[in-house]
């Protein structure tokens, strides 16, 4: 059941993500970058392998988007 209800889960929080970074909340990042570690555990379970770059990516760039956005914010 855990197995078919993550990807729901996770969905919602990418969703709400991208809901959060549009209304310009720095929150978004780092529920971006939690998903994702959750998204890599979820892949590397069900040897989805296909989708961990994608998972490191979205890390790195959520990473990225938190440094830009204190740093704009420090101005």
């Known amino acids: 059941m855990i197995v078919e ?3 729901w889960i996770l969905s919602v929080c990418t969703v709400a993500t991208m809901v ?23 892949d590397w379970t069900v040897e989805a392998w296909g989708l961990m770059p994608l998972a490191v990516v979205l890390t790195v760039i959520y990473a990225r988007n938190i440094r830009k956005w204190r740093k704009e914010a420090a101005v």
């Open 20 to 42: 959060l970074a549009g209304n310009k909340n720095p929150l978004a990042w780092w529920l971006g970058i939690g998903s994702q570690a959750v998204w890599l555990y979820f």
């Open 5 to 7: 209800l993550t990807p």
